[in-house]
């Protein structure tokens, strides 16, 4: 396994305070902004370059992937889009909505697991199961749309690793920060696990099914290179749940797999139901 290089951790963490309060300071003002101008919204690319030339060739390709159920979005998320650009100016950024998400997968993965991907019903789930799909096919970096690099996204990332993975304040891996190659064997496992729990559907909540908790059932800490949220990445800074799902009804995950299940039932799992009637 490649050894990150050492890095002032201290000094990183003083640099994340810095930007965190600069983001909650715009994400103050994004108040006002939205209050005079509630229907503004910026688009966010589905492809744009890099801002400066790479420097050297790399293991885990300098593409930085997000997705969103639409590329319309608020003042707070933009401007987290634009600070992650300033973070990582070597890198080509790439967007999918719900729709491009589910194309792609049609195109390059075959039919059972675009059967499974189908079955969930909630989009948070989608694009989690979406996020190790696309990377296990092109490889890059997957960034949640709340997430933001603290540290060059490029220093966080060595040329010669493989993968990295994020851990939380409780030291558990999550899944809002992945950087791998592509035809990485642990997003092999994770994808076939994901598979599994569709197919079985006796789990009812995003985080076990598709989320962190995979994760932290399937991959070994030990034997994967991680890195913590304090030393590479934030979520939250920039925005916020009213700014991100403004546009959206049901709201986050949390709140609408209480009313909606996660993975939509076969016709097989329905037919007790309909021979009880």
């Known amino acids: 396994m490649p050894t990150r290089p050492a890095t002032n951790k201290t000094l990183i963490v003083v640099v994340s ?7 909650n300071i715009t994400k103050l003002l994004s108040y006002v902004f939205h209050a005079i101008v509630p229907n503004k919204r910026f688009t966010l690319p589905e492809r744009s370059a890099p801002w400066l030339a790479p420097k050297n060739d790399s293991v885990v390709p300098r593409i930085i992937w997000q997705t969103n159920f ?11 889009y634009l600070f992650n650009r300033l973070m990582a100016p070597r890198f080509e950024y790439r967007f999918m909505i719900t729709e491009a998400r589910k194309a792609f997968i049609a195109e390059h993965y075959d039919k059972d697991i675009n059967q499974q991907y189908s079955r969930l019903q909630i989009g948070a789930a989608q694009a989690d199961f979406w996020r190790l799909l696309v990377l296990q096919k092109h490889g890059g970096v997957y960034l949640d749309i709340d997430a933001h690099a603290i540290w060059p996204l490029g220093s966080v990332i060595p040329n010669d690793i493989d993968e990295l993975y994020v851990t939380t304040r409780k030291g558990e891996l999550s899944n809002y920060f992945i950087a791998s190659k592509p035809n990485n064997p642990n997003l092999a496992l994770l994808i076939e696990q994901i598979s599994v729990n569709i197919k079985q559907n006796e789990l009812t909540n995003v985080f076990d099914i598709t989320g962190p908790g995979v994760f932290i059932q399937w991959l070994t800490h030990a034997n994967v290179p991680t890195v913590s949220y304090r030393h590479a990445c934030n979520q939250g800074s920039f925005t916020n749940e009213h700014f991100q799902y403004i546009d ?5 995950w949390t709140r609408e797999q209480k009313t909606v299940a996660v993975i939509a039932p076969t016709a097989a799992e329905e037919a007790p139901l309909n021979d009880a009637n």
């Open 17 to 23: 305070r810095f930007i965190k309060l600069f983001a």
């Open 70 to 80: 639409t590329n319309k979005v608020t003042l707070p998320v933009y401007l987290n």
């Open 248 to 252: 959206k009804k049901a709201g986050k």
